[in-house]
């Protein structure tokens, strides 16, 4: 895009030459002719920026950099453009004696061909306007209609090198069985050819921090394992192939759970999963029936994988229920038979060994084999202070029960979360088969209780409402820019036509290559609404300039568009060029960088061959249109004036 400046100036400097004036008298005409054009090409192209750089959350965070990199860096090449490019165009063109030499020296008989072809059609569409708008327009509509099938998600899935599977072994489990399931989970996964390094944990993270993240194992039933991917340049399967390759391998325990963890979506400071389902209410209970009957409709879903669900079954536990009167015969008070219970079995920690600058709690506990059991429990020996001792079981009657593993709150409220995978289809559409699997469920909630959908998809949704109020503004910023510079209303509207040609090019384009509509692809539509109006000026602005001079409508358009298709070529060509590497790029991270490139790309192709065909043709309504509008107010007022 920092050529496009000096490429117009150029061409109308070089077309100046071919008319046979001088190069200084050419540069001078040829600059100044289209100055005010570029001036607002460039501003209207940074204009778009500025809604963004504004808009909180992740869509600033990831285009405010791109944006003052483009702001600043167009603001120079305009600079240039206007002083430096005619400057040096009046000394390095080399001098030719004949207008005819600078024809004869470009090789333009090709292009000459593809103008002549332009002309007739160009002259065509002016004469059958109606059998030109109402194709395009239809192609619009259907363009519409094909968002919801290209489907939409919240970021691009990145394919992450690291990767880390969570293991849940059935509540009760041991450290030493779940050790030995995470150690035959390594086996499978160190066979698979893509994987550099592997490495297992069985049990809850003891380090600091660590039991605070609800991605890592909280009790010894739990386990993770780690494992890294050779360089996605280096491997011919996708991250996500590899893990359902992994799925597939892994033999199906009953009451074992594995899943995967969304680490692009981490990366990208989203949820732990792309979906994520929160039931809010008061009983765990019926927290617990609500999520089952939730989890059971959505695991089968076309593309749904690594359901999880936050209430799973509750922890075995012993409940001590303490004989108040017997307790208080013995002089013992709640506190101290719970106190007693938890320094026999966890222990209390009396003191602090230190030797060499090292701390260790001296922790003081019943030994192993005086705790292991419900007998030895039961048997537990309590002081009483009136000076005798007896067994837990004479005050404390024991029973079997379970008890929550966790509850999560939010907004003060108690929730269960399910949590799910999507695998080789969009976010979109999948959220909204959820969202027709769990409806009833949804309708039949008891009072007090409600169902929320957060995730990736909750993100996605405040994301692209930020983006289209950045869109609407930017369209907005575009005209007035446009309109404080041309001096008028009608001709920026006519301009403005080019955004719907350039979103038949973006559907089409992200169809064609099978990408979703995200937040890369979003501001790439919005970069659009920026870029795609430079043509439609550089056209409508030389066709005003040669009405000034006397030229009827109809003419100037057709000069216009012989004079200004070698610039609108160019420039829409050297920015496609230019945007391709990234679109066609498979490198790591490529995800991220393609589908704003693809949207550029493919709004670039329609908006540059419509603009060249459909904008004369709606100048000349809306000129038409303008000029019988006004007409008629002066008859009207004339009219007023004649009978006064």
């Known amino acids: 895009m920092l050529v496009d400046n000096a490429v117009v100036v150029i061409e109308n400097i070089y077309r100046h030459l071919e008319m046979g004036k001088n190069r200084i008298t050419a540069a001078k005409i040829g600059a100044s002719e289209v100055g005010m054009a570029i001036t607002a090409s460039t501003l209207t192209t940074i204009a778009v920026f500025f809604p963004v750089i504004f808009g909180g959350g992740m869509v600033g965070h990831l285009v405010r950099g791109l944006a003052l990199t483009v702001a600043f860096a167009l603001f120079a090449s305009l600079f240039v453009a206007l002083t430096i490019v005619p400057m040096i165009a009046s000394i390095l063109f080399k001098k030719r004696s004949s207008a005819a030499e600078y024809k004869k020296a470009a090789g333009e008989s090709a292009f000459n061909k593809l103008k002549t072809t332009y002309l007739k059609v160009l002259n065509w569409t002016l004469k059958h306007r109606a059998k030109t708008l109402i194709p395009v327009a239809i192609l619009f509509i259907i363009s519409i209609a094909l968002i919801p099938v290209i489907g939409t998600e919240f970021i691009p899935k990145s394919d992450m090198p690291m990767q880390v599977l969570k293991l849940r072994m059935p509540v009760g489990t041991n450290l030493k069985e779940t050790n030995m399931v995470i150690s035959q989970l390594e086996d499978i996964v160190s066979n698979i050819k893509e994987v550099k390094y592997v490495m297992g944990m069985a049990g809850p993270m003891t380090e600091a921090g660590a039991s605070a993240d609800p991605g890592n194992p909280s009790d010894v039933n739990e386990g993770t394992v780690f494992f890294r991917l050779v360089n996605k340049e280096d491997r ?54 609500i999520s089952n009957e939730i989890e059971r409709r959505i695991v089968d879903i076309r593309g749904i994988r690594d359901v999880d669900n936050s209430v799973k079954e509750g922890k075995p536990e012993l409940h001590l229920i303490i004989d108040r009167d017997k307790a ?186 099978g990408t979703a509509l995200s937040i890369p692809s979003f501001v790439g539509i919005i970069i659009l609404a920026g870029i795609v109006v430079n043509n439609g000026i550089v056209l409508i602005d030389h066709t005003n300039q040669l009405r000034r001079q006397g030229l009827e409508k109809h003419q100037a358009l057709i000069q216009a568009g012989g004079d200004r298709i070698r610039p609108v070529l160019i420039t829409a060509i050297t920015t496609i060029f230019g945007m391709l590497p990234m679109a066609i790029s498979t490198s790591q991270g490529a995800e991220m960088r393609a589908p704003m490139a693809i949207s550029v790309i493919g709004g670039l192709i329609t908006a540059t061959f419509f603009t060249l065909l459909v904008i004369p043709t709606i100048y000349s309504i809306v000129d038409h249109i303008s000029y019988k509008t006004e007409k008629g107010i002066m008859k009207t007022l004339q009219g007023e004036e004649e009978k006064r």
């Open 236 to 289: 011919n399967r996708t991250s996500d192939e590899i893990l359902e390759e992994i799925r597939k391998n892994t033999p199906k325990l009953e009451g074992t759970e594995l899943t995967v963890m969304d680490m692009s979506g981490q990366m990208m400071g989203g949820e732990e999963a792309p979906i994520t389902i929160k039931i809010f209410g008061k009983d765990l209970s019926e927290l617990k029936s």
């Open 328 to 513: 208080f015969r013995y002089g013992l008070t709640t506190a101290q038979v719970a106190s007693a219970v938890r320094t026999a079995t966890y222990g209390t920690v009396a003191g602090i060994f230190r030797e060499a600058g090292d701390e260790i709690d001296i922790r003081v506990r019943m030994n192993e084999e005086s705790r292991n059991s419900l007998q030895d429990v039961e048997n537990i020996n309590i002081t009483s202070p009136i000076g005798f001792t007896i067994p837990l079981k004479q005050v404390v009657h024991i029973e079997k029960g379970e008890g929550p593993i966790k509850i999560s709150r939010e907004h003060q409220t108690r929730k269960a979360t399910i949590t799910a995978n999507v695998f080789g289809r969009d976010l979109g559409s999948t959220v909204k088969e959820i969202q027709t699997a769990i409806k009833d469920v949804k309708v039949n909630l008891p009072s007090g209780y409600f169902i929320e959908i957060g995730g990736s998809y909750k993100n996605m949704k405040d994301s692209f409402t930020i983006l289209l109020y950045a869109l609407l503004l930017a369209m907005i910023v575009v005209y007035v820019i446009m309109a404080s510079l041309f001096e008028s209303f009608t001709h920026p509207l006519v301009i403005m036509f080019t955004l719907p040609l350039a979103i038949i090019g973006v559907v089409l384009l992200l169809l064609i290559t």
